[in-house]
Each structure stands twice: as C-alpha cells, then as structure tokens.
Nanobody, 126 residues
C-alpha cells in the first residue's frame, strides 16, 4: 500500500508560479512511475505530467508543455510539479498518482494508476 500526500496548492495570480509536492509512504518509491492529473469543476480528470521511476523520462500534456516541469527525489520519496506562468485555465484540483513500474508505462491513462493522493487546490486569478 502506498499513501500519497500532495501539498503546495494555493491561490495565485496569472503569471505566478507554484510548486506542488507529492510525498509517498512507499519504502520503494523508486519502483513507481508517478503521474500528475488535474480536475476542474464540471470537467473530467485530465493528464498533466508524468515521470518515470528513475526521473530519466518526463511527459507533458500539450497545454502545460514549456510551463510545467515534473521531477522527483527518490531519496526523499517525493515527486514535484513546478508550475510557471500559470493561467486561469490551470485552476483545478491537482492529484499525484503512482503505478508500479512495468515493461509498459501508459503515463497519460489515469486508469493505469494504482494509488492516488487526496488532491490539492490550485486557483489562478486573472
């Protein structure tokens, strides 16, 4: 069982930055691929970014490419989502998710992730 706890959300203005953290309870954190998803009111949960177990590969949704960066520190059992140049349309609850590594990694498919955090609210005002 892996517990994930997100932090770092808040209310910011357009153009500001935030860094989200996702702390994992797993002793073998480095054996998990990590994803970030978000859900805005009235919308489905969507893929934002993902990082593989080693941190050597990262993936981004087109809507955040060039503005968001995901990273991880396996020694600290923590994944991060650095969000720059925030826009009002980035307003959502942000979730981190984990899936045990395997031969294939469907990083954008939320149904492939096993463990989820409780989410953290990000609100961007115009």
């Amino acid at each position: 069982q892996v517990q994930l706890v997100e932090s770092g959300g808040g209310l910011v203005q357009a153009g500001d930055s935030l860094r989200l953290s996702c702390a994992a309870s797993a002793r073998t954190f480095s054996w998990y691929n990590m994803g970030w998803f978000r859900q805005a009111p009235g919308k489905e949960r969507e893929f934002v970014a993902a990082i593989n177990w080693s941190g050597g590969s990262t993936y981004y949704a087109d809507s955040v490419k060039g503005r968001f960066t995901t990273s991880r520190d396996n020694a600290k059992n923590t994944a991060y989502l650095q969000m720059n140049s925030l826009k009002p349309e980035d307003t959502a609850v942000y979730y981190c998710a984990a899936v045990y590594l395997s031969n294939t990694y469907a990083y954008a498919d939320l149904n492939k992730y096993t463990y989820w955090g409780q989410g953290t609210q990000v609100t961007v005002s115009s």
